[in-house]
């Protein structure tokens, strides 16, 4: 009686699961409309129905409260339409008959136009805002149109022409500031292919003198302050994503999805106990100890003498527990393999959906490397490149390999691992190599030098 019930129960999951898919259209495009419809309340609350304008010059905690809160819709409206987007690309014409079936709702056309009209009227004032930096409101991320209305605003206030001219100044050094500080930055991942008359060193030597000689430059050193602990906040974020992400995915699959169908199947007398051959020696191995155990404790009076029969029913005890335990692990490999599979894809959705973050990541490992000092430089490469193709390494790659054909119910074949032991290590050596004379050569030429006097 617990068979069918179980069938149905899963059978009931699936469906429920599929009415959710069937739903992520609808659902998508709501969410992105409720949060376009926030902005708009806000601007009509707070800014008298225009764009939510926010100066960097008079940064305060209401400042900040309105710029976390348009962040997070504008991110929202952004996930949300593209999840939109790709919902509708596999929702095809048998998924349609599938809704009708279930009872759903279709989605109206002229509805979607509606709130996609909507939605673009709205984030349009905010095009050239920065999801994952929160920067576009800073009056040096404007353009110069932009910036004389926002001061012509502000002028209708409390601002006099004085102050006028000094805003047009201070925006004018920040901008020429904040362009010094780029090329500043934007210079180390040049190196290599840049070349002047003068050394770099002088020429940057003489960016940072103007910028250190500029009145307003602290306006821009705050600013690019923020830029980096967001992007930084926002690639710590990410990293977490990528590794919380798939492992949350593996136990919750496996625990509510995978596991009862295998269980559900797999769970008869009938089953074979082991699904390769290593694990049935480990548990001849273990059985023949235990009986070999009991013999000794037996013969040297550590326990009462057993006759045959009772020998016979201990060892048979013993034997089904190994069996027992032994169709538990065979049944995990297999729902190892299905979970992990769900975890790779939906490792690769979040690629697919992040590439904003992608890119600030990208942005954040660039600064890390280029702010390490060249012996740190050379002390990395040398870790990875001895972990990995060291002469210690092929032990290293025998256990993951091992763990890994285990973790999949696989039998572990030696002459696949001694290959690849034989032949990706090489390869990956050689990469390390090509890669050390083709960039690093160019880009830090005192960090190779560092790395081969380290390495000898």
Excluded at 202 to 222: C, F, H, K, W, Y
């Amino acid at each position: 009686m617990n068979n069918p019930s179980l069938t149905q129960k899963i059978y009931l999951n699936l469906v429920s699961l599929y009415k959710w898919y069937l739903r992520t259209p609808q659902r998508s495009l709501d969410e992105a409309y409720a949060a376009a419809l926030h902005i708009k309340e806000i601007e009509d609350e707070h800014f008298n129905g225009n764009k939510i304008n926010l100066d960097p010059t008079t940064y305060s905690s209401v400042t900040r409260f309105f710029e976390s809160n348009l962040r997070k819709q504008l991110k929202i409206v952004r996930m949300r339409l593209t999840e939109f987007n790709s919902s509708r690309f596999f929702f095809n014409e048998s998924n349609q008959k599938a809704a009708r079936k279930y009872g759903l709702e279709l989605i109206n056309p002229t509805e979607v136009l509606e709130k996609l009209k909507l939605i673009d009227e709205i984030t349009a004032k905010y095009v050239d805002y920065d999801f994952d930096t929160g920067a576009g409101f800073s009056e040096s991320n404007l353009p110069a149109s932009a910036v004389n209305s926002s001061i012509n605003k502000s002028t209708n206030n409390s601002v006099n022409n004085s102050q006028i001219v000094q805003s047009n100044s201070a925006v004018t050094s920040s901008r020429l500031q904040n362009q010094a500080i780029n090329n500043g930055n934007n210079g180390q991942r040049s190196k290599a292919n840049t070349t002047g008359v003068l050394p770099r060193s002088i020429l940057s030597t003489i960016s940072r003198l103007q910028v250190e000689l500029d009145p307003n430059a602290e306006l821009g050193v705050v600013q690019n302050f923020r830029k980096s602990q967001r992007r930084t906040i926002i690639s710590v974020r990410f990293i977490l994503l990528l590794i919380i992400v798939p492992i949350l995915t593996h136990q919750l699959s496996k625990a509510f999805v995978v596991g009862p169908i295998v269980d559900h199947f797999r769970h008869q007398d009938t089953v074979k106990v082991f699904i390769n051959y290593e694990m049935e020696e480990e548990a001849l191995v273990e059985l023949q100890r235990f009986e070999e155990r009991i013999r000794f404790q037996n013969l040297i009076g550590l326990r009462s003498p057993l006759s045959a029969e009772e020998m016979e029913l201990e060892v048979k005890d013993k034997a089904r527990e190994i069996a027992e335990e032994y169709r538990g692990e065979s049944a995990n490999a297999i729902k190892n393999v299905f979970s992990d599979i769900l975890s790779v894809i939906a490792f690769s959705f979040l690629l697919v959906v992040s590439k904003r973050e992608i890119a600030v990541l990208k942005d954040f490992f660039d600064h890390v490397v280029y702010g390490l000092s060249d012996s740190a430089k050379a002390f990395i490469i040398i870790l990875f490149t001895d972990i990995f193709v060291g002469f210690h390494s092929p032990h290293g790659w025998e256990v993951i390999l091992e763990g890994v054909s285990r973790h999949w119910g696989l039998p572990g074949n030696h002459s696949f691992i001694f290959l690849f032991i034989a032949t990706f290590p090489v390869i990956l050596d050689t990469i390390f190599k090509y890669w050390i004379f083709r960039y690093l050569n160019r880009v830090s030429p005192s960090a190779v030098a560092t790395y081969h006097n380290m390495n000898e």
